[in-house]
């Protein structure tokens, strides 16, 4: 036994007959085109920089610098740990030699 909606047979024709009678071809109103193009279509040359871009830059900037500045200060305590490790041994090796 076959379970199904209908038992009929739909053959091509029959079905391009539902659909011709379901969808209806519908025209948008003018407002609604317009308010599309807009949002599909961005005017180049309006504004000179988007505020987005200048958040983004401003963001990149700081995240430069303070990178540049983590490095700067890891080198700078690399130096001092190393005088400091010259000025022990300097001082050790007086203290043998005395």
Do not use: H
């Not at 009929?8 to 011709?20: M, N, T, V």
């Not at 830059?57 to 305590?77: E, K, M, N, P, Y």
């Amino acid at each position: 036994m076959r379970i199904g909606w209908n038992r009929q047979r739909l053959d091509r024709k029959r079905i391009e007959k539902l659909l011709e009678d379901s969808l209806v071809p519908v025209e948008p109103s003018p407002s609604f085109v317009s308010d599309l193009r807009a949002r599909l279509v961005t005017i180049r040359g309006g504004r000179v920089i988007s505020p987005w871009v200048l958040v983004l830059l401003l963001a990149s900037i700081v995240i430069f610098v303070a990178s540049a500045l983590g490095f700067a200060i890891r080198i700078l305590l690399g130096l001092l740990g190393l005088v400091g490790l010259m000025e022990r041994r300097r001082r050790e090796s007086k203290a043998l030699g005395t």
